[in-house]
């Protein structure tokens, strides 16, 4: 089977920050990489705390799952990494703000450190109608 690296940097998604693609598309599937909350124009971590955080991130993942021609309504599975699980109450209110009355599959876990040292890294499967 063929895959597809996308590459968003024409879009509202951050580039890469090191050697791996922003998402795979192998078939009608889109494994989307883990999104942080970097602002796409300057490559900082947007100010704020986790509700800041979490906004940012799910936009970067969503322009990533749009540039492979899917959407937030076709995401079937996601990874929420937490610095701290004491913020699990405000991600998974914006979180649901962003879904909707789609409700992913999803597994949320805290970890040590995450990249940039940000709060929180959301990752995701979605399917494609091509």
Same mark, same amino acid.
């Given at each position: 089977?063929?895959?597809e690296?996308?590459?968003?940097?024409? !879009?509202? +998604?951050?580039?890469?920050?090191g050697?791996? $693609?922003q998402g795979?598309?192998t078939?009608?599937l &889109? @494994?989307?990489?883990?999104?942080?909350?970097?602002?796409?124009t300057t490559?900082e971590?947007?100010?704020?705390?986790?509700?800041?955080?979490?906004?940012?991130?799910l936009?970067? !993942?969503? +322009?990533?799952?749009?540039a492979a021609?899917s $959407?937030?309504?076709?995401?079937?599975?996601?990874? &929420? @990494?937490?610095?701290?699980?004491?913020?699990?109450?405000?991600?998974?209110?914006i979180?649901g703000e962003?879904?909707?009355?789609?409700?992913?599959?999803?597994?949320a876990?805290?970890?040590?450190?995450?990249?940039?040292d940000?709060?929180?890294?959301?990752?995701?499967?979605?399917?494609t109608?091509?």
């Open positions: 089977m063929s895959t690296s996308l590459t968003t940097f024409y !879009l509202a +998604a951050p580039g890469a920050i050697p791996y $693609s795979i598309k078939g009608n &889109v @494994f989307a990489s883990g999104c942080i909350p970097l602002d796409p490559m971590v947007v100010s704020g705390g986790i509700e800041e955080q979490t906004t940012q991130s936009k970067n !993942l969503k +322009a990533v799952v749009e021609g $959407s937030l309504s076709q995401v079937a599975k996601t990874t &929420v @990494f937490l610095k701290n699980m004491g913020d699990f109450a405000s991600m998974n209110k979180y962003f879904f909707g009355d789609h409700k992913p599959a999803r597994s876990v805290e970890v040590a450190r995450l990249p940039k940000v709060l929180v890294e959301i990752e995701c499967i979605a399917v109608n091509s």
